[in-house]
């Protein structure tokens, strides 16, 4: 049980509001959908949590096989807390936490190797997309704009890196409408 992805899901009828220029609710509700199965299932053969609170996530992350992490009111930063302290808890040494608006996500378990903390940016070099840090360190998230340096800073204070990973896949996070249309390949599917 080296190490577990945890998905921090927002409820889908709130997700990405900054899209109701592009997209109605029913759409917005889809997409955010559409995108967190595609980032669950980057994650295999790990296993995966999901941590959130809100009842009909809860219900498809069953769906889809994912470990329920139930963490009303706490807010992203110390959902992931909170989920990351499950998953030491259950035995996992090594957490990738992995963000549920990454239509392109690919091979999730490749992070999961090192001993630091490994930190996947957005393509802005702002956002953190994807972190991945030893259970047990106390690493503390800081979410929101500029979290990557944020980031970087605490893996440094805890003495862990951190080591930089650029992946493409992982770093087209969907937060625009302009990010709706990804390189190459036409408009993100919410089918």
Sequence with gaps: MAAAVLVPVKAFARAKLRLAPALDG???????RHMATVVVAAASPLHVAVVCDDDAVASWAGAVGAEVVWAPGRGLDLAVVEGVGHLASRGFQRVVIAH???PLATSLAELAGGT???LVPDRDDDGTNVAVV???SGFCFS???ASFHRHCREARRLSLGPTVVR???LAWDVDRPAD???PASGPVPCD
Excluded: F, I, M
């Excluded at 029913?26 to 955010?32: C, F, N, S, V």
């Design 26 to 32: 029913p759409a917005r509700e889809a997409l955010a």
């Design 100 to 102: 549920a608006d990454l």
């Design 116 to 118: 630091g903390v490994t």
């Design 134 to 136: 030893p259970a047990g």
């Design 143 to 145: 979410y929101g704009p």
């Design 167 to 169: 992946v493409p896949e």
């Design 180 to 182: 709706l249309v990804l």
